[in-house]
């Protein structure tokens, strides 16, 4: 495959939709506030707007697969080509939609060693999957060549050098793509309605919607249902209740679809030098991340889930596969979506020995700092009165986030502490709206340590310590706020110092 090629046909219909699904909240938008008619002239000419791009992109795209590298044909006026020599590529990501799969078609996501921010550098929108084997067998004869050619050399260079003296041999060859794993981890479908029923964001949306509700909804939609819901709660109690069930209902079967698109036969694999992620119903991704890219490791566990012993991992990615899916799809990088807690440091010993994720007993820092950690909470009430006056729909709805804002701050300064395991790993622990989360991070991993106070909380011997960890192009933080001096030196020695023994 040494000539120019064009992407599948189907590259045309990824086009459509892609840009559909970019106008939808517009077309929805207009459907519901003007003629019917015209909203579906507007969808009609979009559809044959999108059909010409897509069919002229088609045509003057294309790639070309040589044995020393990929070449990339991009653009209509201004014409590029992206050259990706197979020694620069770091990790391959395969998407497959559901329409793909009978035709054998692929979307190839590749990453390189100098790629800058949270898109792959090369993206093949359709091909078939005998691509991927070329370029999976091009790469494994060139780690062959570079391995013969290095091992080589260092004969060449022992023969030379009889010195005596002790040289360092330990450059490492590249390692071949392919490989078999040695554990796997699968997501049930019974876990996954789990995940979904105690997914609190949906909470979040449903706020969100009814702030904002005004400007979407049509005012005489908005009347009827408050006329409604008056005469519901007039005549019976039960009623109001059944309603609200039925609300509840409707959130919860939309949680399960989203995450069964997302993260339906989900599963977590380890092979010697990579884990392996592979989920999706329509669009199954396959997503191959190298251990030494892995920043760090997040376990989040909000409140319900708590209660029934569940909790979910993240991982912390340097580079562009720190986004986990750059067309809109949803940005955590879950390693374990979801995973019973007892069952988690044996899952993680499986995937991640290196990390060496003991249970370790977390010291807490601030217990006695509740006064800190409410005091802001304090300027709500006359933001609240305001609101009151004005709308009330947002008064209430800061009055529930006030309410949640403090409890969760008193889960923060009853829970927050640190805990350091024996080789190098820190581990931070905080509550952020009632989700509890803990954050290991390698003592190698560290970009930069910062300690602050005030002269108020200097003279009480507190303060605040952060530290930079890489995750993605840019930097993510890591804090403990008003903890003891003493700790604030324990972890900045930690920082500092280069070996294991601290």
Known sequence: MSERTRFHPAYVLVEIFKRLRNTFLIVLYVLIS????????????????????????YYTQGYQITPDKLILYRGVLNRKEIDIPYDRIQTIKKR????????????????????????????????????????????????????????????????????????????QPPSETVENPRYSHIVSDGQ????????LSIVALLLAFLTFADDFVPSDWLHSVSNYTNELL??????????SVIVLLLLSLFSIARNFFRYYNFKSSRTDHYVVI?????????????????????????????????TSVELLLAGGQATENSEGDDATFYLLPIVREKELQTVLASLLPEWDLTNSGIAYTS?????????????????????????????????????????????????????ITHKEVLCTQHYLFLTNIRTYVKHTKIQAFCKRTTPWLYRKGLGHFELWVKVGTDATTLSLRFVDQKVIKQIETFYRTKSSLI
């Open 34 to 57: 003007s003629n019917v008619w015209f909203a579906l002239g507007l969808l009609a000419a979009l559809i044959i707007l999108f059909s010409l791009i897509a069919l002229i992109k």
């Open 96 to 171: 497959q939609w559901f329409f793909f799969k009978p035709f054998g078609v692929i979307q190839l996501l590749i990453e390189t060693a100098g790629g800058q921010g949270d898109k792959a550098e090369a993206d093949f929108p359709a091909v078939k999957e005998d691509v991927l084997t070329t370029i999976e067998q091009h790469r494994s004869h060139q780690a062959v060549t570079a391995k013969t050619e290095q091992d080589t050399h260092t004969e060449a260079v022992e023969m030379i050098d009889n010195s005596g003296v002790d040289h360092d041999h330990s450059a």
């Open 192 to 199: 996954i309605v789990l995940f979904s029923l105690t997914d």
């Open 234 to 243: 007039t005549q019976s109690i039960w009623l109001a209740v059944g309603l």
């Open 278 to 310: 592979e989920k999706g119903l329509f669009e199954r991704s396959t997503q191959t991340i190298p251990i030494a890219k892995i920043q760090g490791i997040k376990v989040k566990q909000q409140i319900l889930r708590k209660l029934l012993g569940l």
């Open 367 to 419: 217990r006695k700092q509740l006064w800190y950690f409410f005091r802001w909470y304090l300027l709500t009430i006359p933001v609240i009165i305001v609101a009151a006056y004005f709308h009330k729909w947002i008064a209430m709805i800061l009055v529930l986030l006030t309410a949640l804002g403090l409890i969760s701050s008193w889960l923060d300064c009853r829970f927050q502490g640190y805990a």
